[in-house]
């Protein structure tokens, strides 16, 4: 079955410090890892995916993901956080494999607190 | 088209009455979903349609749920004799015909059963 894991319900960093968000998945054939951010009472915004390709993928705002293929994980991470970076985040996946199933599993959130 | 909007942004609605949510999404995207999320929780799938063609619905999708998407463009979300249980936000998303491309979503109704 179709997995996503965010092993951290939250996560606290000071202004200025590199943070980690951390994402495990487990799914059948090649992933499709997706992050997104949502801020409160918002919908969902997407930051970032990889497909294939280079394992460190840059999305919006500074971040950045790194796959990994043998530790099944798809880590957010930004080198320098900000007090406006301080949201809910989201891992999720699809499978390359299984037809029309286009569900995205999604995990169950990390909330990120940026201290000034 | 700036990306997708759902209608209404709040309802507050008592037990037992009926509501009515709809989702616009992006012109150019075959590809609509519905999503639920609660509290401290990510979003749950509920349904999705590829043009007008409902593809898939969840098993949380009670009968007192349903979902149209009549031309293809777009969709409308109705809760019958809506339940306390029913209070969450709802999201609709929308996506290309593609398996790798990201969904974008609206900004959520959030319903309020009282």
């Known amino acids: 079955a179709q997995s996503v894991a965010q092993p951290e319900d939250q996560v606290n960093v000071a202004e200025g410090n590199p943070l980690t968000v951390k994402c495990t998945y487990s799914?059948?054939?090649?992933?499709?890892l997706f992050w997104y951010v949502q801020y409160p009472n918002r919908g969902l915004q997407f930051l970032l995916k990889y497909i294939t390709g280079d394992n460190l993928v840059k999305g919006s705002y500074g971040f950045e993901a790194e796959f990994n293929k043998s530790q099944t994980s798809f880590h957010l991470k930004k080198p320098s956080a900000l007090v406006s970076d301080s949201a809910l985040y989201f891992c999720?996946?699809?499978?390359?494999?299984?037809?029309?199933?286009?569900?995205?599993?999604w995990g169950l959130g990390t909330s990120l607190a940026v201290n000034p | 088209d700036t990306g997708v909007s759902q209608d209404p942004r709040h309802k507050i609605t008592k037990r037992g009455q009926n509501v009515t949510f709809r989702c616009d999404p992006i012109?150019?995207?075959?590809?609509l979903y519905w999503y639920r999320q609660t509290l401290g929780q990510g979003p749950e799938f509920l349904t999705y349609?590829?043009?007008?063609?409902?593809?898939?619905k969840s098993r949380l999708l009670s009968d007192r749920f349903s979902a149209e998407r009549p031309k293809g463009s777009f969709s409308t979300l109705e809760i019958q004799r809506t339940e306390q249980g029913d209070s969450a936000m709802y999201l609709c998303?929308?996506?290309?015909?593609?398996?790798?491309?990201?969904?974008?979503f609206g900004q959520g109704t959030r319903l309020t059963v009282v």
């Open positions: 998303a929308s996506s290309e015909d593609s398996i790798n491309t990201e969904a974008f």
């Open positions: 799914v059948s054939g090649n992933p499709y």
């Open positions: 012109s150019e995207h075959n590809r």
């Open positions: 349609f590829q043009n007008e063609a409902q593809l898939e």
């Open positions: 999720a996946v699809r499978a390359s494999q299984g037809g029309n199933n286009r569900k995205l599993i």
